[in-house]
């Protein structure tokens, strides 16, 4: 009953690291790019009472042994890279990613982020940058009078100004992917995610190329949160959580049986 006590808060624990994890994706249902996360659970170790194959008084041989387990553990929060639907802006400078791929933004410190976050902005010299200032990696600037501004689904950039009818192309917009893009790290929030060991290296490409995907322009990548699926996950995530606190009053009641057995 002592063993039952801590195995319910082991499944209460986890399950409200679920249901953390759920409202965060809810929370997030209009986010351009975000990709909503996963909680992955393994159980804890098992305590042999009997192990299976030990052999009887008589010579025989135990089939089953037994075993009491202790009880769940979170083992990772993994991020679901599925394509989120496109939403069409019309603004020259949004611009969504279809297929596989990240945008490249330069962080004050020098370091590299990605984004599947492509609603650019540019300044008073016209760079295009993040809605947070961060520079596009490679940089892009726009002329400050051109009419009309054009991004090829190959990443091709090219704008037209005042008293020269043909477009003049301003550079190349670059992708890059990772081969587990699951291991990114979002700790900095701001729809930018961080290279790690587990994410692997990023290979950068033009759209449309080495399995990279092509951009969108007047497009953007809608959060792929499906919140009906999210709903119908907290629903088990909270019946989940009822059941494991029910497996702690009802062996808090045993006990309190046992103490109050007479002789």
């Given at each position: 009953?002592?063993?039952a006590l801590f195995t319910g808060?082991?499944?209460m624990l986890a399950q409200q690291m679920n249901i953390d994890t759920i409202a965060n994706n809810l929370a997030n249902v209009s986010t351009t790019g975000f990709k909503k996360s996963r909680v992955n659970f393994?159980?804890?170790?098992?305590?042999t009472v009997r192990p299976a194959g030990s052999e009887t008084a008589a010579g025989t041989t135990i089939p089953e042994g037994i075993q009491l387990g202790h009880g769940v553990r979170p083992s990772a929060i993994a991020k679901v890279y599925t394509p989120g639907g496109l939403i069409q802006t019309g603004n020259a400078l949004d611009i969504a990613i279809e297929g596989d791929g990240f945008f490249q933004v330069l962080l004050p410190d020098g370091s590299t982020?990605?984004?599947r976050d492509g609603s650019f902005k540019i300044n008073e010299a016209g760079t295009v940058m993040t809605a947070d200032?961060?520079?596009?990696?490679?940089?892009?600037?726009?002329?400050?009078?051109?009419?009309?501004i054009s991004i090829g689904a190959d990443g091709n950039v090219s704008a037209r100004v005042?008293?020269?009818?043909s477009p003049q192309l301003l550079g190349t917009l670059e992708l890059v992917r990772f081969s587990n893009p699951a291991g990114l790290d979002a700790r900095?929030?701001?729809n930018l995610l961080l290279e790690t060991q587990a994410s692997g290296a990023p290979t950068a490409g033009n759209p449309g190329v080495d399995g990279l995907g092509t951009l969108a322009q007047g497009f953007l990548e809608n959060s792929n949160v499906e919140v009906v699926e999210e709903i119908l996950q907290l629903i088990i995530a909270q019946r989940a959580y009822e059941a494991n606190s029910k497996v702690i009053t009802t062996s808090?009641?045993?006990l309190q049986t046992a103490n109050n057995v007479k002789r």
């Open positions: 009953m002592i063993r808060a082991t499944g393994q159980d804890l170790l098992y305590e982020a990605y984004t200032g961060y520079q596009l990696d490679p940089g892009i600037t726009i002329p400050t009078d051109a009419e009309l005042p008293g020269d009818n900095l929030g701001k808090d009641e045993m």
